[in-house]
């Protein structure tokens, strides 16, 4: 007998995978199971022939890839007892942790810098229910704050220090390699807190049982029918690419003062410092660095010539891959994938700044909308 199955969240379906019990009762959303789309626009303009395709996770729950490891952190926290969570943002977390509290019933505590939040990131916390609590400060100067007071409120946090977080986000990994039906040769990411790219890391290795030190259990089986010759090809080379004003893995250094309009990856103090260099150094990947300017043109173009909307910080991952394409350092005939980590809905004030598309104002007559159209063709 057949039953139709439908599909209720990345933990139901890669149960196997994640560290739940059969009486864990999970806080879902239905997150995950995203689009891979391959540009077909973009590349035509390059002098290089590549495969490039973008994982859409601004197509989650909350519209940032946040709720993979939202999901996992607050099932089990409520597993464990708690009755409040607590996070820092730059605006994506606390979108995500507000979303899934208010579905498990617990209080969600939001510690936010400052101002330099976005308008949509702050509308879905607030209407979430959180309570958020404004700091004078940045990202780090909260992010030292909550680690502080979790020793001193029942509390659990769930930034990406929570290691459940990391779990839940290497199922992104899982489905691109299921989606392509391998890895890709490179694999293109934002880089704020690093947490991100560590998980794709031990997705990508766990799914073939490839060595990695960053396993805390030893792996001991793959997932999948991949063939041997398809293992091999299991992990792509990862590259993680910061703002310019935001650029520790760069510089080699912590960064006091960060600064980008890319909010969600405005951070000087990466979380997951020591992991993203192990990525790095095992995948043969880099870092590198884009200037806003770079990280806007691509936003655009992404927009303008795929229909794709994702936030600023996003784009950071095309950006950085297109000129590494364009420089060689990416090899022609490469398989690319480059996450696009939030929706561009999320910073509508930086959409509506530099879109240049004409807003033609019109009598509402049949003349004057039928000239307009003949004349803008
Ligand atoms: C959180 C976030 C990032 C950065 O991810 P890290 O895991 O902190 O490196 C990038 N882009 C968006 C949209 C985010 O919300």
Redesign the pocket.
Known sequence: MSSKKIYTGLIEHYRDRLPVSESTQIISLGEGNTPLIKLHNIPSLLDKDVDIYVKYEGLNPTC???DRGMTMAVTKAVENGAKAIICAS????SASAAAYAARAGITAFIVIPDGKIAQGKLAQAMIEGAIILQVKGNFDDGMRLVKEVADEAPVTIVN?INPFRLQGQKTAAFEIIEQLGRAPDFHC?????????TAHWLGYSEYACADSSLFTNACTSKIGNLSNEQIAKTRPKMLGYQASGAAPFIQGDMVDKPETIAT??R?GYPQ?WDYAWTVNKESGGWFDRCSDNEILATQKMLAEKEGIFC?P??AASLAGALRDVESGKIPSNSCIVCTL??HGLKDPDIAINQSTAPVVKVEASLTQVKSAILNNM
């Open positions: 940032s890839f946040k730059t605006g994506n977390t990406s990411l934002p880089v704020g807190n690093a947490g991100n790219i969600a990856i951070i997951s936030e910080a996003s980590t939030g």
